[in-house]
């Protein structure tokens, strides 16, 4: 019996969790993921070989649209010709490329520095919106129309969700290409396709595109070598202007700094994982520093640098009004949240934060720390990048 609308939008998940296939004819069925999400196929053989066409996600594709790309595929039969081959989209790839196959791999490989929220939050969000839509699809043949349009019905919705879905499938397909299964990244073509999520009003900060030059006027400063150094510092660790000024040498032990309580605006110990690149800002600054007790010390003797010593040097930059030295924590907070590659709790807890919620206060009493150093070297790693090119678009630099 052939589908109706009503039965396409009111198809729920089999009770029992295997997915439901609900015929239309002719071949063509919308599947139904146990997540909840409706893909639709045709199946058909060509050449003695059993085989699968993927005409999209439910919603975005319509049942008309759906049976209309079926009779487009049944003519191609009809002359002879391969409607999958013709349209990239047959999946005879093995089971090991499919997309669905490749990006349960990374995910497992990324949970090991995850925590298990962040790990289940990612696989959830794959599983319903994701894999119905191009999950079965080879890897390889995955294309930039194809991932909008498994984007569209998402940006309805949470157009938030929809930029890190589109974030975290391009780490997926990069990792795909490093491992010869595909050759190019179609998340990378969707720049400019979504609506541009509304931005909160923070601190006057330096936006992503922004950090190259930036960088270049801070490796040019001619001011104290102290204050230069203590931004590069601050850029590495994102920690407040109060918790580096008042920072002493006894708080370093070896690759990670140990910020008492008693400074933190939480009133807890905040533990900062030291990078390559944060370390050697750090002996950068002990030269100057000498016997001072103090990271960063003051023109006095005996005391650190003054309220607004970095701050100043921002200005002397040229970027009085455009940044301030707090904004390097939203930039940090945008970055690695854009990436898809950390959890929510993980920034949160090296940003210091406190969560609102009483379930998510006492899960982020977890440290986190394996995942926090990760997250922080790649952090670096993305700064020293961006000192080596201009950087115009967030995606250039994940892995």
Not at 323 to 337: K, W
């Amino acid at each position: 019996m052939p589908l109706t609308d009503a039965a396409c939008r009111g198809a729920k998940p089999d009770p029992s969790g295997k997915p439901r296939k609900m015929p239309d004819g002719e071949g063509l069925l919308l599947f139904v993921s146990p997540s909840g999400g409706k893909l639709w196929r045709m199946r058909y053989r060509f050449e003695g070989k059993e085989k699968v066409l993927s005409f999209g996600a439910y919603p975005g594709v319509r049942l008309a649209d759906a049976r209309a790309l079926r009779d487009k595929a049944k003519r191609a039969l009809a002359d002879g010709r391969d409607p999958g081959a013709n349209a990239k989209a047959a999946l005879t790839a093995p089971a090991g490329d499919s997309f669905e196959t490749v990006a349960r791999e990374w995910i497992k490989a990324q949970s090991v520095t995850w925590s298990h929220a962040h790990s289940k939050r990612i696989l959830s969000r794959f599983e319903r919106d994701v894999f119905p839509a191009i999950g079965a699809t080879a890897i390889a043949e995955v294309t930039a129309p194809q991932v909008l349009t498994m984007l569209r019905p998402v940006e309805d919705r949470a157009p938030d969700v929809a930029g890190r879905i589109r974030m975290t499938t391009g780490a997926i397909m990069r990792y795909a290409i490093a491992t010869g299964r595909a050759s190019r990244d179609p998340a990378a073509d969707l720049r400019g396709a979504l609506k541009p999520t509304p931005r909160v009003k923070h601190m006057a900060r330096i936006e992503a595109g922004e950090l190259s030059g930036f960088l270049w006027k801070l490796h040019r400063y001619d001011g104290e070598p102290q204050t230069r150094h203590a931004i590069e510092f601050v850029m590495h660790t994102f920690v407040r202007t109060n918790e580096l000024r008042f920072g002493r040498w006894s708080e370093i032990d070896g690759d990670v700094w140990r910020i008492p309580g008693t400074r933190m605006k939480m009133n807890r110990d905040h533990i900062v994982p030291l990078t390559r690149q944060s370390l050697n800002v750090l002996a950068r600054l002990k030269e100057v520093a000498g016997d001072s007790e103090w990271i960063v010390p003051g023109g006095r003797t005996g005391k650190p640098i003054s309220e607004n010593t970095m701050l100043f040097g921002m200005y002397r930059l040229g970027y009085h009004g455009k940044a301030t030295i707090h904004g390097f924590r939203g930039l940090a907070s945008t970055v690695l949240n854009e990436s898809g590659l950390w959890s929510v709790d993980a920034i949160e807890k090296q940003l210091a934060h406190e969560p609102k919620d009483k379930v998510r206060r006492a899960y982020n009493a977890a440290q986190l720390l394996p995942e926090r150093r990760r997250m922080l070297e790649w952090w670096s790693d993305y700064i020293e990048a961006a000192e080596k090119k201009s950087v115009t678009d967030l995606s250039d630099l994940f892995i």
